[in-house]
């Protein structure tokens, strides 16, 4: 495998996106947490298409993570992330201590209202805060023109393109369509998580989905389409459904009881032992 050039400080990364840009060259970021599958080496690809050059960062933010969360667990494998990435085609992995994203006397953080309440707000109170701030700094650290993230953390990226539209970031943020085994089941790190059996059962959250998406599409009132994917997920053998929610597409608003006639998501998070799995589609 091709190595990989990595930077480490802000002041590095900044000068070689300085080159590129002073060679007219395009550049598009691909922030990560490592534990790097298909779905991340995509949004690679993606950036690839949009851009001459492609950054990828591999930071795993403790300020997103809440103290019972997994943040020490969480797979770290720096020397094969960087692997895939080269061979994704990504020009530069720009991987940062702790230290150097948040250095002593760190006192600021970006809070984004509204998208970032219910759901996965609501279930990790401060998860976006920890997010919205390590991607505000990333996003300012390397300036890139587009910067790509799944559709997979939908609610995540809809409260990303917010601040960058709010703190006029002057990037584009792109979503990339989420990546899926061949029963469905999105690929996430996570997933590795679960044993054989649950594999198993894991696919029948996105099928519960696909199903209220057709209901609601059809004209079924969306608190029925809810609960009926509700119970559907519960019987295929998840443990509990965090939420399961018919929203507006772009805001994330709550929409329904009744039938709907707008653009709209439907998200979930759900429990299968240990692991907390999320999905999401488009009606
Ligand atoms: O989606 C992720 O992996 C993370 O939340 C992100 C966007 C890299 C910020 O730490």
Redesign the pocket.
Known sequence: MTDLPTVRTKADLRARVAAWRAAGERVALV???GALHEGHLSLVGIGRQRADRVVATL?V?PT?FSPAEDFEAYPRDEGRDAGLLAAAGCDLLYAPSAEEMYPPGFATSVAVAHVSEGMEGAARPHHFGG?AT??TKLLTQAAPDVAV?GEK?YQ?LQVIRRLARDLDLPVEIVGGPTVRAEDGLALSSRNAYLTPEQRAIAPALNRALRACAQAVARGSAVDVAEAAAIDSVLEAGFDSVDYLEVRSAEYLERLGPGPIDSPARILTAARLGRTRLLDNVAI
């Open positions: 922030p990560t947490m930071f933010n997103q997010v390590v991607v993230f953390d995540q």
